[in-house]
């Protein structure tokens, strides 16, 4: 498989589904949006795992690659409103270089295209999983609104369910979109991911070094049983 040109393919699916929408400002902002996007890691996920299948370049998972693209995105947008960001990867965010509104509607369009897309490859497991992200990702960011101004702050248990919610459990369903086996892999993935972002941002708590302690030592656990591609990614 040659993955930068799947990934095109799924960059080229993303744009072909925002220009169906109606008016310039849709598609104005999304060009805004990917035109800064980075190595887009979850559907470079979808696309390795289904790899292991045979399955990299089908269309289901290149519809699927571009959903988990699309959910991404959207959860940024509507991200930036909560937490009233104005820059992203150090840029104007959405929000800041239109509006709130705009930033939350264009985020709720590319929901409604992962609905388009779990519409036409029918399939009802994959739906299921799916809105039971979405789920977490609503529910974590409750959670996180409900908790970390707490005295004395999250406790571990709340912070894990936090960057479950609000990264593993995408990088889990991204994975398993492409191949289920690889389901457990990226939860553990995405939430070294989201403790390492943590560090990064400055946003450590007393717990996140042996946090990331642990999901190393699972990460290590799970690798010898699965064929994990030498992508540099996958670290």
């Given at each position: 498989?040659?993955?930068?040109?799947?990934?095109?393919?799924?960059?080229a699916?993303?744009?072909?589904?925002?220009?169906?929408?109606?008016?310039?400002?849709l598609?104005?902002?999304?060009?805004?949006v990917?035109?800064?996007?980075?190595?887009?890691l979850?559907p470079?996920?979808t696309?390795?795992?289904?790899?292991?299948?045979?399955?990299?370049?089908?269309r289901?998972?290149i519809?699927?690659?571009?959903?988990?693209?699309?959910?991404?995105?959207?959860?940024?947008?509507?991200?930036?409103?909560?937490?009233?960001?104005?820059?992203?990867?150090?840029?104007?965010?959405?929000?800041?270089?239109?509006?709130n509104?705009?930033?939350?509607?264009?985020?709720?369009?590319?929901?409604?295209?992962?609905m388009?897309?779990?519409?036409?490859?029918?399939e009802?497991?994959?739906?299921?999983?799916?809105y039971?992200?979405?789920?977490?990702?609503?529910?974590?960011?409750?959670?996180?609104?409900?908790?970390?101004?707490?005295?004395?702050?999250?406790?571990a248990?709340?912070y894990?369910?936090?960057?479950?919610?609000k990264?593993?459990?995408?990088?889990?369903?991204?994975?398993?979109?492409?191949?289920?086996?690889?389901?457990?892999?990226?939860?553990?993935?995405?939430r070294?991911?989201?403790?390492?972002?943590?560090?990064?941002?400055?946003?450590?708590?007393?717990?996140?070094?042996?946090?990331?302690?642990?999901?190393?030592?699972?990460l290590?656990?799970?690798?010898?049983?699965?064929?994990?591609?030498?992508?540099?990614?996958?670290?």
């Open positions: 498989m040659n993955l930068e040109d799947s990934l095109q393919q799924v960059r699916e993303f744009m072909d589904r925002m220009r169906r929408g109606s008016g310039h400002l598609l104005e902002v999304e060009t805004f990917t035109s800064r996007t980075g190595k887009m979850r470079r996920f696309l390795l795992a289904a790899d292991t299948l045979g399955q990299a370049s089908s289901r998972t519809l699927l690659a571009t959903a988990v693209e699309m959910l991404h995105n959207a959860s940024l947008l509507h991200d930036d409103v909560i937490d009233r960001s104005d820059k992203r990867r150090g840029k104007p965010s959405v929000n800041a270089r239109w509006n509104s705009v930033a939350v509607l264009v985020g709720d369009f590319l929901l409604a295209q992962v388009r897309i779990l519409h036409e490859v029918n009802s497991d994959t739906t299921r999983r799916v039971q992200t979405v789920e977490a990702m609503v529910e974590s960011e409750l959670l996180a609104q409900e908790t970390i101004n707490r005295p004395g702050g999250q406790t248990n709340q894990l369910s936090v960057i479950d919610g990264t593993a459990r995408l990088f889990a369903t991204a994975c398993a979109l492409g191949n289920p086996a690889y389901e457990e892999f990226g939860l553990h993935y995405g070294l991911f989201q403790l390492r972002d943590d560090i990064d941002d400055g946003e450590a708590t007393s717990f996140t070094e042996e946090l990331i302690r642990q999901e190393k030592d699972i290590a656990a799970i690798k010898p049983s699965l064929p994990i591609p030498n992508t540099g990614i996958m670290e």
